[in-house]
């Protein structure tokens, strides 16, 4: 589980930055996030959000599988 949060992290931030860089790059190119509505600002944003989440749980993961 420890490991399965950690690695589901690094995923999720992995995507996440990819996605943002992408975008900020070539505003046409929305890639996984293109059906949300609300234009590039709005798909970056969630790109970093997904990252931030990845950040959360790869920390949370990691502390778990340290502390045992």
Do not use: C, K
């Amino acid at each position: 589980m420890r490991t399965s949060m950690l690695v589901l992290g690094m995923v999720l931030l992995v995507v996440g930055l990819q996605g943002a860089v992408r975008q900020l790059i070539d505003h046409e190119n929305a890639g996984l996030l293109g059906w949300l509505p609300g234009g590039p600002a709005t798909q970056i944003t969630a790109h970093v959000a997904v990252a931030v989440g990845g950040v959360i749980l790869a920390a949370r993961g990691d502390r778990r599988a340290a502390a045992r």
